[in-house]
């Protein structure tokens, strides 16, 4: 059964960084793709980042790039989000996804139709 825990979710103050991880298990794809995504209340699902784990090719949404870094250990099957110069509209609730390795090798969509199990999502909460 696929599994996927997000964490390091919180508050904090316009400018401020948040990492946060997600720690995936159940699933025996070599590689796959992993993304992070985020809700606002009120709004549609966004995606943030992804991060092909078999080649570590990474992606970005346009809202985040230059300030959020997606990473991976993958000796231990965790993704991170490094958010830096956090700002009010980044507040959402933030889920790790994954294809589980179904798309195309080396690439990765940004778009949550791609993903096909989801964790429980984050709080992250920008004031400003």
């Known amino acids: 059964q696929v599994h996927l825990v997000e964490s390091g979710g919180g508050s904090v103050e316009t400018g401020g960084s948040l990492t946060l991880s997600c720690a995936a298990s159940?699933?025996?794809?070599?590689?796959?793709?992993m993304g992070w995504f985020r809700q606002a209340v009120g709004k549609e699902r966004e995606g943030v980042a992804a991060?092909?784990?078999?080649?570590?090719?990474?992606f970005y949404g346009d809202s985040v790039k230059g300030r959020f870094t997606i990473s991976q250990d993958a000796a231990k099957n965790i993704v991170y989000l490094q958010m830096n110069s956090l700002k009010p509209e980044d507040t959402a609730m933030y889920y790790c996804?994954?294809?589980?390795?179904?798309?195309?090798?080396?690439?990765?969509?940004?778009?949550?139709?791609?993903?096909?199990?989801w964790g429980q999502g984050t709080q992250v909460t920008v004031s400003s």
């Open positions: 991060i092909h784990t078999g080649s570590s090719t990474t």
């Open positions: 159940g699933f025996s794809a070599s590689a796959n793709c």
């Open positions: 996804a994954t294809d589980l390795g179904q798309g195309l090798w080396g690439y990765c969509y940004t778009s949550a139709g791609y993903y096909r199990s």
